[in-house]
Nanobody
Framework: QVQLVESGGGLVQAGGSLRLSCAAS????????MGWYRQAPGEQRELVAY?????STNYAAAVKGRFTISRDRNTVYLQMNNLKSEDTAVYYC?????????WGQGTQVTVSS
């Protein structure tokens, strides 16, 4: 079992920035991939960004150029710049370890226009 602790959500004005963090309880060597999803009210959960063990990344088109995912050992970060009202959602950390996926509890990001 992998425990995930998320932090960094909050309320920000449009154009502002936030950084999300997600720390995993398992050592980094067993974390194959780490990423972020989000779910807005009435919408399905969608991929935001993902980073693989070798360092390659994948971004949703809606956030490319504004968000940056990075990783330091067993912690994954999501730097969100130039936030827009449509970025408002609950953001979830997802980690894959030993072919099993684990989800964080979610952190609310609200962007006011």
């Amino acid at each position: 079992q992998v425990q995930l602790v998320e932090s960094g959500g909050g309320l920000v004005q449009a154009g502002g920035s936030l950084r999300l963090s997600c720390a995993a309880s398992r050592s980094s060597s067993s974390l194959e991939a780490m990423g972020w999803y989000r779910q807005a009210p009435g919408e399905q959960r969608e991929l935001v960004a993902y980073i693989f063990g070798g360092g390659s990344t994948n971004y949703a088109a809606a956030v490319k150029g504004r968000f940056t995912i990075s990783r330091d050992r067993n912690t994954v970060y999501l730097q969100m710049n130039n936030l827009k009202s449509e970025d408002t959602a609950v953001y979830y950390c997802k980690v894959r370890s030993e072919m099993t996926s684990y989800w964080g509890q979610g952190t609310q990001v609200t962007v006011s226009s």
